[in-house]
């Protein structure tokens, strides 16, 4: 992203340069508009559920923010001629499900033909300037929270290979389409300080880019971290997706591991995530309020993120 130019303007609240999880502008009447959009290759066979996975993926960015969903709009790249229209319209069904339950309303949408199907779509939400969360405000202090289990990424890569135990499977497309409002709404009330969602760089990645935004350190508890039934001994397997490797050459020297780290166990931690959960970043009291586990914590000092 480094590429596209800055541009300096007064309404716009969160653009670029934090690496955050949508943009945020203030509206003439005060509100603030929350824009986002994702989209990605089918990570499950069904089509039904993989519209409302990559539904549950997209309308994250706007929870992400401590925002509420407004309206969505489909991206869709359909293979012409290799996939039957019925498969499209489930694909359609599963998403729009999804942007129902999440009170917001489907308003339109764009397709194009293209070798490989790709599924995704762009969201605006509201929020106000007291309820904004964003990536730069976590404090020496802050325990973190992460609301779902890591490993989707090493559990679609077996499912495509056929290699996943039947009740990874279904841990793992519960976990992706569970949205990320139960960690928004759980948390509304609560001091937080900085969130994220966990996505396609991962928790340590996302970690990093907390830390950088917030200018602190992050300890993450490598004993604390919830994980999917099966994602460590498939990563054993050799299940990691190619997205793994390339977050951890990505975080170089800012990845700071325990020497003995069994190289699996590294894998589902820096594991590419769909729909991931909500890392969030408040004082230790309100996180104890929470029903998710406290993962580490933040301190002083050259940002960075530790495990140990
Ligand atoms: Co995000
Ligand atoms: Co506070």
């Known amino acids: 992203m480094d590429a ?6 007064t309404r716009l ?6 690496a955050d999880d949508a943009g945020v502008v203030r509206l003439p009447d005060g509100r603030l508009l929350i824009q986002t959009l994702d989209f990605f290759t089918p990570v499950v066979d069904d089509p039904y559920t993989f519209g409302a996975i990559a539904a549950a993926n997209a309308l994250s960015d706007v929870y992400a923010m401590g925002g ?11 293979p012409e001629g290799d996939l039957p229209e019925s498969a499209l319209a489930e694909l359609l069904r599963g998403a729009g499900d999804k942007v129902r339950e999440a009170g917001a309303m489907l308003v339109g949408g764009h397709s194009v033909k293209d070798k490989e199907l790709k599924f995704g779509l762009s969201v605006s939400g509201f929020t106000t300037a007291d309820r904004l969360w964003t990536n730069a405000g976590a404090r020496p202090g ?5 609301t779902k289990p890591l490993g989707t990424g090493i559990l679609s890569t077996a499912i495509k290979r056929g ?3 039947e009740a990874a499977e279904e841990a793992a497309i519960l976990c992706m389409s569970e949205l990320n409002r139960v960690g928004r709404d759980a948390a509304a009330h609560l ?11 991962g928790l340590t990645g996302h970690a990093w880019e907390l830390a950088r935004a917030s200018g602190v350190r992050v300890t ?15 990563a054993r397997a050799g299940c990691a997706p190619g997205g793994a490797r390339k977050n951890r050459r990505w975080l170089g020297e800012h990845l700071i591991t325990p020497e003995h780290l069994e190289p699996a166990l590294l894998d589902v931690i820096i594991d590419p ?3 991931g959960g909500l890392l969030l970043a408040l004082p230790p009291q309100d996180a104890a309020k929470l029903p998710w586990p406290i993962i580490g914590h933040v301190d002083a000092g050259d940002p960075a993120v530790v495990l140990r």
Request: with cysteine; glycine share 4%.
């Open 163 to 165: 290699a996943c135990p």
């Open 142 to 146: 802050d325990a973190l929270v992460l």
């Open 273 to 275: 995530q769909t729909s």
């Open 4 to 9: 596209l130019p800055s541009q300096p303007d």
């Open 68 to 78: 509420e969903p407004f309206t969505a709009m489909n991206i869709l790249c359909w």
């Open 13 to 18: 609240l969160v653009g670029l340069h934090t």
């Open 220 to 234: 993450l508890d490598i004993a604390a971290l919830p994980l999917l039934p099966s994602a460590l001994d498939l």
């Open 191 to 201: 001091d937080v300080h900085a969130a994220t969602d966990i996505t396609g760089f």
